[in-house]
């Protein structure tokens, strides 16, 4: 009977430490879940975190470049003023010399033309070469006219400066 009582009590302890194995088993398995959560939530957590460090910077990088951008602008303003000046001052100094040229060329053909005695009528005789210069006189006091818009665009302003010195260049 003592041999059955110890075999019995052998049992039972070999089933308790069987079921304490399973329950150790579903402890661990239980435990591995509950990690794996915590780091999901610490996962989503950073992620929450690095995504508003992220908008925070891009913002902050938008004001920044903003702030440039305004501290720019009056530059590019002046900038662009003291081109359109320059383009003025060079548009006048052309007009000036324009109107110098045309001017001589006048001269030259008031002296070089005088009334013809068969002219009666007071008209003056024209040679080739001051109709030429007359023809350019005119076209220069044509762009002359067109320069002195305001309204012109600094491309078709500077077009027009660019038309004018192609054909003095070509038709002096």
């Not at 005119?138 to 067109?146: F, H, I, P, S, V």
Request: a neutral charge.
């Amino acid at each position: 009977m003592k041999k059955f009582i110890v075999f019995c009590l052998a049992l039972f302890i070999v089933g308790m430490g069987m079921s304490q194995t399973i329950n150790t088993a579903n402890a661990t398995f239980s435990k591995d879940e509950a990690v794996k959560e915590r780091f999901a939530l610490k996962r989503e957590h950073l992620a929450e975190v690095v995504s508003k460090k992220i908008t925070h910077v891009e913002n902050s990088i938008k004001k920044k470049l903003e702030a440039k951008e305004t501290k720019r602008a009056p530059k590019k303003q002046q900038e662009e003023a003291k081109k359109v000046e320059e383009e003025q001052a060079a548009n006048q100094k052309a007009l000036k010399e324009t109107e110098k040229e045309s001017a001589a060329s006048q001269q030259a053909v008031e002296e070089t033309s005088p009334l013809s005695p068969e002219n009666t009528e007071g008209t003056e005789a024209v040679s080739g070469a001051s109709a030429n210069g007359q023809e350019i006189g005119r076209r220069n006091r044509e762009w002359g006219e067109q320069l002195s818009d305001p309204n012109l665009t600094p491309e078709e302003r500077q077009g027009i400066i660019q038309e004018k010195k192609n054909y003095n260049r070509y038709n002096h």
